[in-house]
Structure formats: C-alpha cells, structure tokens
C-alpha cells in the first residue's frame, strides 16, 4: 500500500543528482517554526518549508549538507556548527556569483562543444 501523502505537502516535482543519488526536494510546512529546512539522511531528501521566503538559500544550502553527507566530511568529527558554516559559505557564495556562473557557462562551456 502506497504510504499517503501529508496534508500541504507538494509532491517532489525536483530531484538533484548528488554524487549519483537522486534526491527529492519536498516542499511543505515544517513543525519546527526555527528551521528553513533539512536534509534528512535516513529519508535522503531535502525538505524546504513551504513558509520560507529564502527557498532557493536554503535549497543549496540543504544541497551541500547532502553532497557533504555523502562524502562521509560528517565523519571527520568537525562540529556542527562548524559544518552549518561551512554549508552557508559555500551557498552564499555559489547564489552571489550564479549569474556569473551561467554567463561563463554560456561563453565558454558552448566553444569546448564546437
């Protein structure tokens, strides 16, 4: 029997390749009000709270904690903290230049294919 679905939650209509692992992205409430959302590990899908106004922050966010989980970094015993740090550099960092990235992806990606 097919597991229901819960009430306000958005079907994944997103699905990121992380290392070879499809994860679901789900849009939906969250109980916890603090969090903007998760990657779950046992589920291996990012969850994003249907009230944030920061999606997209916390969608690449949420995919490096992933892309870190699966190359074992939470296994080198670095804090918590340290590694929520870590994950909203590297989102901050990746969402300031996106645009950047595409232009460049445009201008030289496009000439190597020639």
Do not use: C, W
């Amino acid at each position: 029997m097919k597991k229901k679905q819960q009430q306000n939650e958005v079907p994944p209509k997103l699905f990121l390749n992380v290392f070879g692992l499809k994860i679901p992205v789900i849009l939906k409430p969250i109980e916890n009000k603090s969090l903007a959302g998760f990657y779950d590990l046992d589920k291996k899908e990012i969850v994003i709270s249907a009230e944030t106004s920061e999606k997209t922050h916390t969608l690449v966010h949420e995919m490096f904690h992933a892309a870190l989980f699966r190359t074992s970094f939470n296994q080198t015993g670095i804090p918590h903290e340290v590694h929520e740090i870590v994950v909203d550099v590297l989102a901050t960092a990746l969402l300031e230049n996106f645009d950047l990235l595409n232009q460049f992806r445009k201008e030289f990606d496009s000439k190597d294919k020639k």
